[in-house]
């Protein structure tokens, strides 16, 4: 009987290959083995600028955007670079790295530990942006245990965004910042009339926007050539990454399952900003939604094992029993922002897909940000080590209290507080912490968030399911 084996390849950077990664290079992670696949079906030429230090700060885009962790960073990674450098690595710099950039002791490696520990403990980046001027809403106070309390400009910390898969986005950005008018950027939208760009076109546009953006801030740079953003822009949307084996149940492909880097790029072809969304977002005339997101792994649901297999047959066979819970498992959705205040549904019957409903790819299909409550102070999780922001609304005096007024920092509008978009869900295992706060430190914490959050009633079992087909994504 032929077993399958992983081969566990010990190799942390890019670095190692030179100027180019293989196409489909097995990284492996905690769950398995994470693949990136060139559209072009040639080797990743890892030469050009997002790999160079085009700032004056020693970072390049790859500093926080690693092919190894689905071009996210993990937490593990920056701590480990913080051992291996004594937190002297580019990363590492007081412009955004550090909790905050003022009055912080940099000269030291115990100063450095206490400045960069939200990057080193939760793989968090200080995105501080200021308050709109014309926005509805005032900041009462910023308790911010770090310094960087200023109430004009509010820090957030957040996860790196991969920067892989990005022909299925319809949201640039946690807060969609850079698909907003707001930002002199374009909203991702799908042509209406005749005429209308189309959504690969502005999501383009929007890209090379934010590549600048990200040299001139993350990088401290001056603004790049011409070349060197189209550099950077054809390289990231090159990439489709996957999960492409599992330590338990192997190759991902096997057995008629279809997941892996080579099926997802089969997906592009049918994508289209708005498709299968639940609420009429999309275009006229398209296909009714279907809550069955994902259909990687039905060929595993009813396999009759060989003796000898017995032990992987399970871990597929639960692999596909997750599947089916993130497809089916009702969830009551309430008090979302975005959702049921907009809708004014107070109880809205949905899945994990209501907005997760982009199929196989698990981001939302339209620009809609929500607030799940993920950065609420009543987050089921300890969202204890980030700031408390009051607001309040200048017309009615209501208040809210955040650790993130996401959206809202770049509408001014009072119902954005803390909407953010839903990220793709591919490439999840090589990626922890989750969430855009880093609240959820595993896939099981980020499962926990959802159970206490809408009072879903998982059994133990689905849990342990939902979590095993996550870690294959
Ligand atoms: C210091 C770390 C850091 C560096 C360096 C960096 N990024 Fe990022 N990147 C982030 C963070 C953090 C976010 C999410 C921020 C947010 O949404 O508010 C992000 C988000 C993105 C996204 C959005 C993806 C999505 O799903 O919306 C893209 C694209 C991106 N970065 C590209 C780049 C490019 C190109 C460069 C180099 C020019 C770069 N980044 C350099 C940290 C970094
Ligand atoms: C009401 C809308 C909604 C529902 C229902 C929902 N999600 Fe989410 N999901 C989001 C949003 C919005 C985010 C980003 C939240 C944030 O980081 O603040 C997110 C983030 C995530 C993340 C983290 C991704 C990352 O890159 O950090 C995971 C994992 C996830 N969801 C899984 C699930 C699962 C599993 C279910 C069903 C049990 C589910 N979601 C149900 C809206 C939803």
Same mark, same amino acid.
């Given at each position: ?7 566990? =390849? ?12 293989? *196409? ?67 990363? $590492? ?18 100063? #450095? ?7 080193? @403990? ?21 308790? !911010? ?7 004009? /400009? ?9 920067? /892989? ?10 807060? %969609? ?5 707001? /930002? ?8 209406? &009339? /005749? ?10 546009? !929007? ?27 054809? $390289? ?10 599992? @330590? ?7 057995? %008629?399952?279809?997941? %892996? ?11 289209? =900003?708005?498709? !299968? ?17 994902? !259909? ?7 396999? $009759? ?31 979302? &922002?975005?959702? *049921? ?64 007024? %996401? ?23 090589? #990626? ?25 009633? $998982? ?15």
């Amino acid at each position: 009987m032929k077993k399958f084996a992983i081969v566990f =390849v010990l190799v942390s950077t890019a670095g190692a290959f030179g100027q180019t990664i293989p *196409n489909l290079f097995p990284y492996p992670n905690a769950h398995g083995v994470l693949e990136t696949l060139n559209v072009n079906g040639t080797d990743l030429f890892v030469g050009g600028a997002f790999f160079q230090s085009i700032g004056t700060n020693g970072r390049s885009c790859a500093t926080c955007h690693q092919a190894a962790q689905g071009f996210s960073i993990s937490s593990d990674e920056v701590r480990a670079r913080f051992e291996a450098t004594h937190g002297l690595d580019p990363i $590492f710099r007081p412009n955004d790295g550090s909790n905050c950039d003022h009055n912080i002791d940099t000269s030291t490696e115990g100063g #450095r530990r206490k400045a960069y520990s939200l990057l080193v @403990k939760r793989g968090l980046i200080r995105i501080s942006i200021a308050v709109p001027g014309a926005a509805e809403f005032r900041v009462v106070s910023v308790v !911010n245990r770090y310094g960087c309390g200023d109430t004009a /400009t509010i820090s957030a910390y957040r996860r790196p965004l991969p920067t /892989t898969n990005l022909s299925f986005l319809s949201t640039l950005m946690w807060d %969609g910042r850079e698909s907003s008018l707001q /930002t002199g950027t374009k909203k991702i939208t799908f042509p209406v &009339a /005749t005429g209308d760009p189309s959504s690969l076109s502005l999501l383009l546009f !929007n890209l090379r926007h934010q590549a600048v953006d990200a040299t001139t801030g993350h990088a401290q740079g001056v603004v790049p050539t011409a070349a060197q953003v189209d550099d950077i822009v054809n $390289f990231e949307m090159q990439l489709i990454t996957a999960q492409a084996a599992d @330590k338990k149940a192997g190759d991902l492909t096997a057995a %008629g399952a279809q997941s %892996g880097p080579a099926s997802l790029l089969h997906q592009l072809p049918a994508f289209f =900003v708005g498709i !299968n969304d639940p609420i009429g977002m999309g275009p006229a005339g398209s296909p009714e939604f279907t809550s069955s997101i994902f !259909n990687l792994y039905s060929a595993w649901a009813n396999l $009759f094992p060989p003796q000898s297999d017995q032990k992987q047959a399970h871990h597929r066979a639960q692999i596909a029993r997750g599947e089916a819970i993130f497809n089916s498992k009702p969830i009551n959705i309430t008090g979302v &922002a975005g959702l *049921n205040d907009d809708l004014n549904i107070p109880v809205i019957a949905g899945f994990c897909g209501t907005c997760h409903d982009s199929p196989n790819v698990g981001n939302h299909s339209v620009s809609a940000p929500l607030n799940i409550g993920v950065g609420d102070v009543t987050s089921p999780l300890d969202v204890s080590y980030l700031p408390v922001i009051t607001l309040e609304n200048i017309a009615t005096g209501e208040i809210k209290i955040t650790t993130d007024p %996401g959206r809202a920092l770049i509408t001014g509008k009072w119902r954005d507080v803390g909407r953010l978009k839903g990220p793709i869900l591919r490439g999840l295992p090589a #990626r922890a912490p989750y969430f855009h706060n880093g609240s959820a430190q595993t896939l099981d914490d980020a499962v926990e968030f959802y159970n206490q959050r809408f009072n879903i009633g $998982f059994t133990p079992q689905e849990k342990d399911d939902l979590i095993a087909f996550l870690r294959t994504l």
